[in-house]
């Protein structure tokens, strides 16, 4: 299948139109028009080659809300006209105990990336949502539920769920005391979830500048971190802390606000950090844990509790063509709070 994309050539250069072809359909496969996809900040990561791993031309995209246009002869759960979506993975080997547990994103054999993967059966380069068309394994499809405003639901697949997953895993709800540090793409579904959940939030940031923005969104206070007085009043205050900070910081000062056996999660910052002290850690019997993506069954669970709390992102819809100076303003956090691609932008662009 032809399909039109932009991607980035070079780690260097501003992303541009690219021509390419999508696999043809195998039986257990969807193809889908893409109708919105999201900008995670890893997309401009991977364009930048930030990681070490990007190879070009690299259409990012793992935000991704379409519609079917074609199903293989053994696809059960889709038919043309459905609406769907596809997250940061569009395949896994689907028989190691991680898989048979509905952890795909924890494949033993490496979960294949939506854009910076290989097809496990052609080996061909992956490439993502920032293109007209997608073609997707069945089990790596979601059906996006009725009523979830399909304009904003792309930045569910990843912002929603990286987030959603933590919450689940550390089993948050009624009475659950959560500490989100950050106020960004994740940080805000991160707040949105965990009051859906039912938990009371707390929004850590360096001042209070972001005090009404985090009202705003549910949270129930701000915890200005560069206070040493509020930090000092707050020990022992969270039984889960979500660090969705995406660059190189310190975690020290936040370990004393876990209460004993609660955690810090980090879901944001991919490489390394800064060095930490342990004392906190030893004495409160506090954790510090990573969580990546959730599985599929994980992922569509999230969208269908979305739908039932209308719990949305708050987003900004660009053009294909201002792809660019989005990935600029996303440096500097100048986006309340993700970027939402419209597609038919790219089809009226190449029309």
């Not at 990007?54 to 459905?82: C, F, L, M, N, W």
């Not at 009371?200 to 200005?224: C, F, I, P, Y």
């Not at 719990?311 to 063509?321: Q, V, Y």
Request: charged share 20%; net charge negative.
């Amino acid at each position: 299948m032809k399909t039109t994309g932009y991607a980035a050539y070079t780690p260097d250069s501003p992303l541009a139109l690219f021509q390419f072809e999508r696999r043809s359909l195998r039986p257990n496969d969807v193809a889908m028009e893409i109708l919105y996809s999201g900008v995670c900040h890893s997309d401009l990561h991977t364009a930048r080659n930030d990681w070490g791993w990007s190879y070009y031309p690299i259409v990012p995209g793992h935000e991704i809300v379409g519609r079917v246009t074609a199903v293989g002869a053994q696809v059960s759960k889709y038919q043309v006209g459905d609406h769907v979506a596809v997250g940061c993975m569009v395949d896994s080997c689907m028989a190691c105990d991680q898989c048979g547990r509905g952890e795909e994103q924890l494949c033993r054999a490496g979960n294949t990336g939506t854009y910076a993967g290989r097809d496990r059966i052609s080996g061909e380069n992956t490439q993502g949502g920032y293109s007209k068309h997608l073609v997707v394994r069945e089990e790596f499809c979601l059906r996006v539920p009725a009523g979830l405003d399909l304009a904003r639901a792309a930045p569910l697949l990843c912002a929603g769920i990286t987030t959603y997953s933590p919450l689940r895993t550390w089993n948050v709800g009624a009475g659950s005391r959560v500490g989100v540090i950050g106020l960004g793409g994740l940080g805000h579904m991160a707040v949105k979830l965990a009051v859906g959940l039912g938990a009371e939030v707390t929004v850590l940031s360096r001042s209070t500048d972001k005090e009404a923005d985090a009202l705003a969104l549910g949270a129930h206070r701000l915890l200005a971190s560069s206070d040493p007085q509020a930090m000092a009043q707050a020990a022992n205050a969270f039984d889960l802390i979500i660090d969705t900070v995406p660059v190189k910081h310190a975690v020290d000062p936040y370990l004393p606000l876990l209460d004993v056996d609660g955690t810090l999660v980090i879901v944001g910052q991919v490489g390394p950090m800064q060095e930490m002290n342990t004392v906190p850690l030893l004495l409160g019997r506090r954790r510090i844990a990573g969580s990546p993506i959730g599985g599929i069954r994980e992922t569509q669970e999230m969208l269908d509790f979305c739908a039932q709390k209308n719990i949305l992102p708050d987003c900004e819809m660009i053009r294909m063509d201002q792809i660019n100076e989005a990935f600029d303003r996303m440096e500097k956090a100048d986006v309340r709070y993700r970027f939402v691609i419209d597609m038919a932008s790219l089809a009226a662009e190449t029309a």
